[in-house]
């Protein structure tokens, strides 16, 4: 049985294409490895102070987890971290709302839900005389193996 030289050639470039697929995707999955273990050996906590005039007390936000940056492959993270006691805290996703008040310490924590991706997740403090600070982290969310 003779092959038509039209069908060898179309194998022949699927198999190229399929080579480089896989190599990209190897590559990918390196770098994500590398970049994971640069960032995870000392997590260091977020923090921000606003202070609204001069006679105002500052207004401290630290987040201790999840650090900055991070790549993950759970869907679920624990966001913590910890405020001024007596204030407002509303953490916004890309899909869900949260507002929690702090400990009487000022420690919080609340679960939150990943899309696919990359993910935004924006934590504000407001107090009852009305200040406010803010701070933003982004996470990546994948399926693939870690």
């Not at 590559?27 to 006679?55: F, H, M, Y």
């Not at 650090?67 to 966001?79: S, V």
Request: net charge negative.
């Amino acid at each position: 049985m003779q092959v038509k030289k039209e069908v060898s050639v179309a194998v022949f470039i699927g198999l190229i294409i399929g080579v480089v697929i896989i190599g990209g995707i190897y590559r990918a999955k390196t770098a994500i490895q590398t970049r994971q273990l640069d960032s995870s050996p000392t997590p260091v906590a977020t923090e921000l102070n606003q202070v609204k005039g001069e006679t105002q007390p500052s207004l401290p936000l630290k987040i201790h987890s999840p650090i900055d940056g991070i790549i993950t492959n759970t869907p679920k993270i624990e966001l913590s971290g910890s405020t001024k006691p007596g204030t407002y805290i509303t953490i916004l996703t890309e899909t869900n709302e949260y507002i929690i008040v702090p400990s009487d310490l000022g420690n919080f924590s609340q679960e939150i839900t990943l899309i696919k991706g990359a993910n935004s997740i924006t934590v504000s403090v407001y107090t009852p005389e009305g200040d406010k600070v803010e701070t933003s982290l982004n996470l990546v969310y994948t399926t693939a193996d870690l």
